[in-house]
């Protein structure tokens, strides 16, 4: 089983839509999640980070259910520049004083004119 | 948020030669900065934790001696990929993670380079 496993996707959803992306993660001592963007060719990039309360950004809500062990990301009224891959991205227990973090395979959404 | 460069951004090389890229944290010290590699719609791989005066570490299936890290300063690590082969091309991301709060409230963002594209001819 993956450490991390998101929805396959891809996701084509019509500009204004609102797209749900789930994540679940095996280890249960996980420390801290979160939710990168990585557009293509490019570096990932923090999207926003995710509490155990839900918290919300703007258009982008994200939410953990720590004994479910998932993850998720709700994103309403789409906008074209939401075209993304959005990566799902947990810290697991420490080795060591390194704080690594374990990336999902990616979840790819394309938004249509 | 924090400045993560890499360089070169892009580079072709020949198989048999080495590849040297680098990462700077423009704007912070990072005493531990890692490496991934990117194969084309595949997730990012963690290749090694990159240490500030100390031996880089490898995880499972990485070459320590194909893949020589070296984090000689706070605000810089190198990875060389030695005796490239065409098997190696891949995007090769490296990031710092900000130092932030400690204990339970420690953060453990990390701040990704612009990603180096590497081709192995």
């Known amino acids: 089983r993956k450490e991390v496993e998101q929805d396959p996707g891809p996701f084509n959803v019509p500009e204004g839509a609102t797209v749900a992306f789930n994540c679940t993660y095996s280890?249960?001592?996980?420390?801290?999640f979160f939710w990168y963007r990585q557009d293509c060719r490019k570096e990932p990039k923090l999207l926003m980070s995710?509490?155990?309360s839900g918290n919300e950004d703007g258009r982008f809500t994200a939410q953990l259910n720590r004994a479910s062990q998932y993850i998720s990301l709700l994103i309403r009224d789409s906008k074209l520049s939401d075209s993304a891959t959005y990566l799902c991205?947990?810290?697991?227990?420490?080795?060591?004083?390194?704080?690594?973090?374990?990336f999902g395979s990616g979840t790819q959404l394309t938004v249509l004119p | 948020g924090a400045v993560v460069s890499q360089h070169p951004s892009r580079v072709i090389c020949k198989s048999g030669t080495s590849v040297k890229i680098e990462c700077r944290s423009l704007?912070?010290?990072?005493?531990?900065m890692f490496w991934y590699r990117q194969f084309p719609k595949q997730s990012l791989m963690l290749m090694a934790t990159?240490?500030?005066?100390?031996?880089?570490?490898?995880e499972q299936g990485v070459e320590k001696d194909k893949f020589l890290i070296n984090h000689a300063s706070l605000t810089l690590s190198t990875l060389t990929v030695t005796s490239a082969h065409p098997e190696d091309s891949s995007f090769y991301i490296c990031?710092?993670?900000?130092?932030?709060?400690?204990?339970?409230?420690?953060?453990?963002?990390?701040?990704f380079g612009p990603g180096t594209r590497l081709t192995v001819t």
């Open positions: 991205v947990v810290n697991p227990i420490s080795s060591g004083s390194a704080r690594q973090l374990t």
């Open positions: 704007d912070f010290q990072a005493t531990t």
């Open positions: 995710v509490y155990s």
């Open positions: 990031s710092a993670r900000q130092p932030g709060l400690a204990g339970y409230n420690a953060t453990y963002e990390q701040y």
């Open positions: 990159s240490n500030e005066g100390s031996k880089a570490t490898y």
């Open positions: 280890n249960s001592a996980s420390q801290s």
